[in-house]
Each structure stands twice: as C-alpha cells, then as structure tokens.
C-alpha cells in the first residue's frame, strides 16, 4: 500500500463532495463553473490515486487525465462562451430555473 | 515526514476548494482556483505524475485561470458579479449538503472496496514499451496505445473553438484590452518570450524519452501568446483569424493523415508499422504542438476579434 495515493485518493473524494456541494448551491454560473471543475479535479485524483494504491505508478490512468485535462480546459471555455452570451442576452449570470427556491 | 506532507497538502486542497467557493468576491474565488490548480500540481509530483504536474501547472491553472480572469473583467463591465450570497437556511442548500455527503460516502466506500483481482495496466504497458516507437510510457499510451482518446481530444479542442465562433457576439463593440507601455514590461518579454519558446521545444523533444510532451509544449507556447498579446503586441484580425484557421485544421488532419494511412496497407485504423512509429509519432507531436498551441490562444483571443460585421474581411 502506498500512503500517498491513499492519501490523495481522500483528498479526490474530498474535492468532489465539495464540487458537487457548491454547484447545487450557487446560482452564479461562473461559480457554478468553477464548482464543476473542482469536482473534475477530483475525478482525476481518485482516477489515479485509487490506480496507484499498490505503489506501483500506471501510465494508462495518468494519460487518461493529461487528456482529460485537456478536454476539461475546452469545456471551461466552451462554458465561459455560453456564459458571455447569455448574459449578453439576458443581463443576467444566473439561469432562470434557479429563481424558484 | 512524508505522509506529514501528504496530509498538509490534502488540507491545503480542501481548504482553497472551499474558499474558491466561498471568497467573496467572485474575483477572490478565482484567485483561490488559480492556487487549488497550482497546489494540484504540486500533489500530481507527490503522486509521480510529473507530466500531469507540468500539464496541470500550464493548462489547468494558467490557462484556465486566464480564460477565467478574461471573463471576470468582462463581466465587470456590464453586471453585478454576485448577486446572491449564500443562504444558510435555504432548502436548497441541505439538498446540497446531504448530496455532496452522499457522493463522499459512496466514493470512500469504493475506496476500501480493493477489487480481488487487480488489473495489472502497467506490467502489460512496459512489456510493449518497446515495440511504441518512444521509451517515456505516457507519450507511449497517449500516441501509440490510446491513440484514438488523442485523436477525439483533439478534436473536442477544434469543436470548442468553432462554438465559440458561432456565439462571438457581432452586435457589441469589440472589448479591446489596454495595451501596457511599460518599459520593464518589455525588457522583460524580449527576455521571457525567447525562453519560453525555448521550454516548448525542449518538453516536445523530452516528450519521447522524459516527462514532456505535445500537451505541455502546446499550452507553453499558448501561454507565450497570451502573454504577448496581453503586453500589446497583436496580431492584426486577419492573421489571428489565420492562424486559428491554421491551428484548427494542423493537428487534427495531420493526426488523421497518419491515423487513415494504416487503411491503405489493410490495418486498422492508428497501427503504426513497427519501424516507422517513432518517426510518426514525432510527425503527430509536432503538428498537435503547433495545433494546440494556437488553438488554446485562439480560445482566450477569439472574444476579443469579434468585429461589427461590416468591418468583417470578406
């Protein structure tokens, strides 16, 4: 057992409890945003903590996450463009479902 | 002493993801992300990732964090940036609490979960290291194993941009930064540009045999761009228009080219023959160095050419 990855496959855990917790609580969607990639971050710790628990370092999971990363930085600015014309549109940073409460 | 540090980091990240989502204001919270990115990195050593620390360092809280600045300033333009603080008593905010708790409890019971028999990924990895045309395993997996996960990565960057084309807002004056006539400033680029270029290079060459790689060299050479055209060297709209359309077109068809080639002698798609692999590799690495490069430039520079349509070049 390595105490790193176990260590760090927590502080995954962690990072997506507290993701999911702030996306469901904010309306603002940059924090929202924000939120989500937190609990990415998270996903990518577990993906390879949980992989590296023998002690052993495995290269499938780390360049499963270098691409993740990649993709995970074209879907924040895929958002960031949604968010800049919604709010164009709108005037506003929050989305219409989250009024109700 | 370690695990003292391990412990300390794992506070450290709990710790900056609560207060990206709590610091007043919005702008504090993307400062506390930069930071989370940035001790990530720190943690990807801890856990022998070098190639995800530099990838993390470069592209989750550099380039990421500047798309994100770039948004806060526009936005402070035009809306109030925190309308709603949180509210304790809310229902939505125990929904909230009881699911995140929920998801923490299933993670850490599959966790302590350790499956019977674990796959040994790495031991069939090293035995057909030889045979991948490089000797560092991650380039071997990322471009040889699992080449078609690159293939569609790539692509998700090109489909990323041409969204952000479509939704460029053509009705609103262009939001043009302020360019910056400081002296230091540019003594300071005509030193950083040069050895930036240099680390680019360098991480594509290690690529094969090191930690390094198209990824890592991409986003540096992307950094290299923002930081130019954040001091008020830019490029005029047609040749950034250009060079996006370049960078679109580079990486992903070169990619591909090299992907379809092994049709014609009648293998699957993205066999490699044994002798050609490392050279096609390096073929693919460059052209998704160039291609990332400038397409993750092209996803900071494309709200700011957004012209009234008249003055569009045809």
Avoid at chain 1, 14 to 26: N, Q
Avoid at chain 1, 59 to 81: C, E
Avoid at chain 2, 275 to 304: K, N
Wanted: contains cysteine; hydrophobic residues 55%; aromatic residues 6%.
């Amino acid at each position: 057992m390595s105490s790193s990855a176990v260590i760090f496959s927590l502080a995954g855990i962690g990072l997506c409890a507290i993701g999911l917790f702030g996306f469901m609580l904010h309306t603002h969607l940059i924090r929202k945003l924000l939120a989500f990639n937190i609990m990415g971050s998270g996903v990518f710790l577990l993906l390879v903590g949980m992989a590296q628990r023998s002690g052993h370092t495995d290269p499938v999971p780390q360049a499963l996450v270098l691409t993740g990363i990649v993709v995970a930085v074209s879907a924040t600015a895929l958002a960031l463009y949604l968010i800049r014309r919604w709010l164009q549109l709108s005037g506003s940073t929050e989305l219409p479902e989250d009024d109700r409460r | 002493m370690s695990v003292l540090l391990d412990l300390l980091l794992l506070s450290s990240l709990w710790v900056f993801a609560l207060l990206t989502l709590t610091a007043l204001p919005l702008f504090r919270g993307v400062v506390f992300f930069i930071l989370l990115g940035l001790m990530l990195a720190l943690v990807w050593i801890r856990l022998d990732a070098p190639d995800i620390a530099l990838a993390e360092a470069a592209i989750g809280a550099g380039i990421t964090g500047v798309l994100l600045l770039d948004t806060l300033g526009h936005l402070h333009h035009r809306a109030d940036q925190e309308s709603s603080p949180i509210r304790l008593k809310s229902s939505r905010f125990w929904v909230a609490l009881i699911s995140s708790l929920s998801l923490a409890g299933l993670l850490l019971w599959a966790l302590l979960d350790t499956p019977a028999t674990p796959t040994m990924l790495a031991e069939q990895v090293a035995r057909a290291l030889p045979n991948s045309g490089v000797d560092h395993p991650i380039t071997a997996v990322l471009l040889n194993f699992r080449s078609y996960d690159t293939l569609l990565e790539i692509g998700v960057l090109v489909v990323a941009i041409l969204v952000g084309l479509t939704l460029a807002d053509k009705d609103s004056a262009q939001l043009s930064l302020p360019k910056l006539p400081n002296p230091l400033l540019q003594a300071c680029l005509a030193l950083l540009v040069p050895l930036m270029l240099m680390v680019s290079s360098y991480l594509l060459w290690a690529g094969s045999k090191q930690p390094g790689g198209a990824f890592q060299a991409g986003a540096v050479l992307a950094a290299t761009g923002i930081l130019l055209h954040l001091s008020g060297f830019r490029l005029t709209l047609r040749t950034s228009e250009r060079l996006m359309r370049a960078g679109l077109l580079l990486g992903f068809s070169v990619f591909l080219l090299v992907a379809a080639s092994a049709l014609i002698d009648g293998q699957p798609l993205l066999t490699y023959p044994d002798h050609l692999a490392g050279i096609l590799i390096l073929i693919i690495e460059l052209a998704l160095t160039l291609s990332i490069g400038l397409i993750l430039l092209s996803l900071f520079t494309l709200p700011h050419f957004a012209l009234p349509e008249q003055e569009r070049p045809k």
